[in-house]
């Protein structure tokens, strides 16, 4: 995805309109080029952002919903994310935002690289 991609396709049409109703929100990106870019920069310049590490998949726990899935079409794969949202345990979700404070401390302790997680 180019970051003029993401600008028009994500940021103006969907994130933007959401953060005016959420007045306090803070948006979390990872540091993929895209996300990075000058004009993805400028296009959230109003916008509260969360500082992050620039290899972190471990900290973030939405990495291993990836994890159920597998390849499909993009139809497919909105469908199948659907139903497996809708079926997931709340046990595992809590257990995924449990396990937050030890993905940050392991995070800060590798100095941001890979933790393994």
Known sequence: ?????????ILQPHVLPLIQWLPRAIFQQDNAQPHTARV?????RTVTT????????????IEHIWD????ASLNE?????E????EMSQDVIQNLYAS??????SCIRDRGGSTGY
């Open 77 to 81: 794969l909105e469908a199948r994310l």
């Open 100 to 105: 937050i404070p030890g993905r940050i401390a």
């Open 83 to 86: 139903n497996i949202w809708n």
């Open 68 to 71: 159920h899935f597998g390849t």
């Open 50 to 61: 969360l500082p992050w590490p620039s290899q972190s998949p471990d900290l973030s726990p």
């Open 1 to 9: 995805m180019t970051p003029q991609r993401y600008v028009h396709d």
């Open 40 to 44: 993805s920069q400028d296009c959230l």
